[in-house]
């Protein structure tokens, strides 16, 4: 999907109008949600470095409560669209946004839980190296998708101007195909220690692996929603 180099007319004239507060707070909402999304996966990241399965258990619990909370986020901002906040037009598509940021932050619950049963059952020193190594630099590019999408949703609510705002979602599709490459690469890799793991621990990664690249991949599709609702307010 084609992001547009021109400034839709009226956005943030109708970003500024009370009458349209609603889509102010839509925006001021997804950016809230995705910092949790965004802290989750630092609490993961620093017990998967820490390699104690202790810490990687308490990781997972921690997670889960702040998902409770983005799902809490949603159900109001949900609330907000069906009482009339939003603009008829864009309905449909902010409440599919509101769904897709929800369910990156849910891909990250499934990931703290995928992580915490790998470091259970993992036990070949080729396998906690990968997991130390690759999986953590998957997390980091993950948590630089997040952090732009923050960026775009604040700069949003702020009202930026569009050269800003379609930045961020130029970069956040940049750093889909790193996150693509980085995940063939470490499949292939896979394949190549599959004669010195066992099979489980082979899966075990692979789950990893796919849930990693479906978190940028659904950041990737909010970003790219996002550009088009603004289209549809500006036109």
């Known amino acids: 999907m084609p ?44 017990a998967l470095r820490s390699g104690d399965l202790v810490k990687i258990k308490e990781a997972e619990v921690e997670v ?20 009339g906040a939003i603009a008829t037009p864009i309905m449909g598509d902010v409440e599919v ?30 396998v906690k190296k990968v997991l130390a190594e690759d999986v953590v630099e998957l997390i980091m590019v993950d948590k630089r998708g997040v952090e732009e999408f923050v960026e775009l949703t604040s700069a949003i609510a702020k009202g930026d101007d ?12 940049k750093l889909e195909d790193e996150v693509d490459e980085a995940k063939d690469r470490l499949i292939d890799k896979l394949y190549e220690l599959a004669k ?14 796919f849930t990693l690249d479906d978190i940028i991949d659904i950041t990737k599709d909010a970003a790219y929603l996002t550009a088009t609702i603004l289209m549809s307010l500006g036109a």
């Not at 997804?30 to 630092?42: D, I, K, N, V, Y």
């Not at 940021?101 to 080729?126: G, T």
């Not at 569009?162 to 599709?173: A, M, T, Y």
């Open 3 to 46: 992001i547009p180099y021109a400034v839709p007319r009226g956005i943030f004239s109708r970003l500024l109008n009370p009458f349209v507060k609603g889509e102010v707070k839509l925006f001021n909402g997804l950016s809230e949600h995705a910092r949790l999304t965004l802290r989750s996966l630092s609490i993961i990241e620093d």
């Open 196 to 209: 010195e793991i066992s099979y489980v621990e082979f899966m075990s990664l692979l789950h990893i692996v």
């Open 97 to 126: 946004l509101i769904g897709k940021v929800d369910d990156i932050l849910d891909r990250v619950h499934i990931l703290s839980r995928e992580i915490r049963r790998a470091i259970s059952i993992c036990v070949s020193p080729e």
């Open 64 to 83: 889960g409560v702040i998902e409770n909370q983005g799902d809490e986020i949603s159900r109001v901002l949900s609330q907000e669209v069906s009482t």
């Open 162 to 173: 569009w050269g800003k705002i379609r930045s961020h979602v130029l970069v956040i599709s």
